[in-house]
């Protein structure tokens, strides 16, 4: 079992920046083995989609609308993987949900609010 905790949601202009950060908790044996961890979001009336992965060895996948303005990142020490997002537009607003896979198994945070107005 794995437990994701998510935070630095936010309200922020356009142009702005948000970091977001989610924390991994669980059997040492379902930590470790955590590849990949990501980011995805959802906005109203929309599905879900992926924002940014990171393997354990810190590969990296962004969808195209992200790249150049979203920067993710993992600090396996802590179990964190963060999401750095700068330049934000109206169009980022949405609940951004944590990803984790191990072991066979997906699981999900419980999701942070961005909102970026215009």
């Known amino acids: 079992q794995v437990q994701l905790a998510e935070s630095g949601g936010g309200l922020v202009q356009a142009g702005g920046s948000l970091r977001l950060s989610c924390a991994a908790s669980g059997s040492i044996l379902s930590i470790t083995n955590i590849d990949p961890m990501g980011w995805y979001r959802q906005a109203p009336g929309k599905q879900r989609e992926l924002v940014a992965t990171i393997t354990s060895s810190r590969r990296t996948n962004y969808i195209d609308s992200v790249k150049g303005r979203f920067t993710i990142s993992r600090d396996n020490a802590k179990n964190t993987v963060y999401l750095q997002m700068n330049s934000l537009k109206p169009e980022d607003t949405a609940l951004y949900y944590c990803?984790?896979?191990?072991?066979?198994?997906?699981?999900w945070g419980q999701g942070t609010q961005v909102t970026v107005s215009s």
């Open positions: 990803n984790a896979v191990t072991l066979g198994y997906e699981y």
